[in-house]
C-alpha cells in the first residue's frame, strides 16, 4: 500500500524548534519530488517547501524562508522538515504530500499538529 | 503566482441531485505542447487528508467513482457532482498543477439540504 505517516507534531513555545518526519512506504521514494503543505484548521492548503527527487533543490514559501529547512534520506524513505523560531502562525497541520508524474498532489499523509503557544 | 478563486464558498444539495462547483485561474493554465490543463481537484472529508480526485481537469484518479466529472479550459473550470450522495460532504479544493509554487482555491464547502 502506497503511504506517508508523518510525525514530529506537538506543542512549542515561540521561538522553539521541531522536527517532522514522513515515512514513505509501498512506492519508488527517490523518484519523486515531495512536499509539505500546510493548514491552519478551518482555513485552506498552503504549500510550505518541496524538495527534488535527489534532495539537490529545495524551495520555500517566503513566509518560512530562513527558518525552515526540507530535507530527506532515500536510502530511509523519510522526508524532513526542520522548524526552527517557530511563531505563533506556524500553527497548523503539516501535511507530507507527494508530487505526481502529472504534478497534482496524489498521495497525502494524515497530518501531524503542530501547535505554537505560550 | 497564480491565483485560484472558487465559487460559491459553500452550497446545500439535496441527495441525488447536482453539485457544481467553479474554479477561475488569474492566468491560463493550459499547455500548448500537450493540450493539457493543469487543474486538479482534491475532496478533504472532516478531519481526513485531501484526496486527489481529478487532474489535467478532467482526468479522474483510479478509484474515484464517475458521479465527480471536471470539465473547462484555460482559465474556468467546473467540478460536478452528477448525484449527490451522503459520502460527498467535504470540502472541495481546486489547484493549479501547471506552475510552481502550487497554488489552491480557497474550497468550498457541500453540505446536504
Known amino acids: 500500500e502506497v503511504q506517508l505517516v508523518e510525525s514530529g507534531g506537538g506543542l512549542v513555545q515561540p521561538g522553539g524548534s521541531l522536527r517532522l518526519s514522513c515515512a514513505a512506504s509501498?512506492?519508488?521514494?527517490?523518484?519523486?519530488?515531495m512536499y509539505w503543505v500546510r493548514q491552519v484548521p478551518g482555513k485552506g492548503l498552503v504549500w510550505v517547501s518541496r524538495?527534488?527527487?535527489?534532495?539537490?533543490?529545495?524551495n520555500y514559501a517566503d513566509s518560512v524562508k530562513g527558518r525552515f529547512t526540507i530535507s530527506r534520506d532515500n536510502a530511509e524513505n523519510t522526508l524532513y522538515l526542520q522548524m526552527n523560531s517557530l511563531r505563533a502562525e506556524d500553527t497548523a497541520v503539516y501535511y507530507c504530500?507527494?508530487?505526481?508524474?502529472?504534478?497534482?498532489?496524489?498521495?497525502w499523509g494524515q497530518g501531524t499538529m503542530v501547535t505554537v503557544s505560550s | 503566482d497564480i491565483v485560484m478563486t472558487q465559487s460559491p464558498d459553500s452550497l446545500a444539495v439535496s441527495l441525488g441531485e447536482r453539485a457544481t462547483i467553479n474554479c477561475k485561474s488569474s492566468q491560463s493554465v493550459l499547455y500548448s505542447s500537450n493540450d493539457q490543463n493543469y487543474l486538479a481537484w482534491y475532496q478533504q472529508k472532516p478531519g481526513q487528508p485531501p484526496k486527489l480526485l481529478i487532474y489535467?481537469?478532467?482526468t479522474r484518479k483510479s478509484g474515484v467513482p464517475d458521479r465527480f466529472s471536471g470539465s473547462g479550459s484555460g482559465t474556468d473550470f467546473t467540478l460536478t457532482i452528477s448525484s449527490l450522495q451522503a459520502e460527498d460532504v467535504a470540502v472541495y479544493y481546486c489547484q493549479q498543477h501547471y506552475s510552481f509554487p502550487r497554488t489552491f482555491g480557497q474550497g468550498t464547502k457541500v453540505e446536504i439540504k
Open positions: 489535467w481537469a478532467s
Open positions: 509501498g512506492f519508488t521514494f527517490s523518484n519523486h519530488w
Open positions: 504530500v507527494r508530487l505526481a508524474s502529472s504534478g497534482a498532489f496524489d498521495i
Open positions: 524538495i527534488k527527487t535527489d534532495g539537490s533543490a529545495t
